[in-house]
């Protein structure tokens, strides 16, 4: 499916667009069906948008807002999702919002990755709105190059829900929903800013195996159209 790119002067500029397009799609699925459903990146892209985010008004208790991956540690690691999405995008009118971790206390990564394709099964058959982030080496999600279960996270038959990703670039065990999870979410976006990751994405344009830059499973494959916001 084709991608946009849309471009700003700045990453407040784009905070600012992007939360008004987001709100305005919560606003019309919640018109449509009574609920919405977002599910959000972590890393340090996405700070000033949540902050933006959640000044929107709009039902947010009608809103269920999870992760597209995490860490496998508990919600007040410093280097949890959660951790970023509570402290950001949780806040002002967003506090209303209902909240679905990856995270769960379990004895495993793999039985943690069960239980929250469990707890969040209703709400992502398809998202409303996925936002996806980029790393400096082409993942998307917890879809890492070399990742030990990358071949079937990003194995377009694999069915919707939650798996376990180790790699060598990801730090700890990590739960990431499915490339079939994420692809066809009604608002597909991927944010990315600065010129580092504008040419990590120009790269991952170019012909190669997705296996080396997994972002390309989802330029290339995602059954909506990708919308790219980027800024300096
Ligand atoms: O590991 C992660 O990194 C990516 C990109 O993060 P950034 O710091 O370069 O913005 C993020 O999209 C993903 O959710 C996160 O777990």
């Known amino acids: 499916m084709a991608s946009t790119l849309h471009s700003f002067a700045s990453a407040a500029d784009l905070a600012g667009s992007l939360a008004d397009k987001v709100a305005d799609t919560l606003s019309a699925a919640i018109a449509a069906r009574g609920t919405a459903s977002i599910a959000v990146s972590g890393g340090s892209t996405p700070?000033?948008?949540?902050?933006?985010?959640?000044?929107?008004d709009i039902a947010w208790d009608k809103v269920t807002i999870t992760l597209v991956d995490e860490r496998f540690v508990p919600a007040d690691n410093p280097r949890s999702n959660h951790l970023l999405v509570d402290a950001n995008l949780l806040q002002n009118k967003a506090k209303a919002a209902r909240f679905l971790p990856l995270y769960q206390d379990a004895a495993s990564a793999e039985e943690a990755a069960r239980l929250a394709t469990e707890k969040t099964r209703a709400i992502s058959s398809p998202f409303d709105i996925v936002i996806l982030g980029m790393g400096g080496d082409g993942h998307t999600a917890s879809f890492f190059p070399g990742g030990s279960n990358l071949a079937k996270a990003i194995d377009a038959s694999t069915p919707r829900g939650i798996i376990t990703m180790e790699a060598e670039g990801a730090g700890e065990p990590r739960l990431t929903f499915t490339f079939s999870s994420l692809q066809d979410a009604a608002l597909l976006v991927l944010h990315i800013e600065g010129e580092g990751k504008k040419d990590v994405l120009a790269k991952a344009?170019?012909?190669?195996?997705?296996?080396?830059?997994?972002?390309?499973?989802?330029?290339?494959?995602?059954t909506s159209p990708v919308e790219i916001y980027w800024a300096p």
């Open 205 to 222: 344009e170019g012909s190669g195996d997705e296996a080396e830059m997994p972002i390309r499973a989802v330029l290339r494959r995602a």
């Open 47 to 56: 700070k000033v948008f949540f902050q933006a985010l959640s000044t929107r």
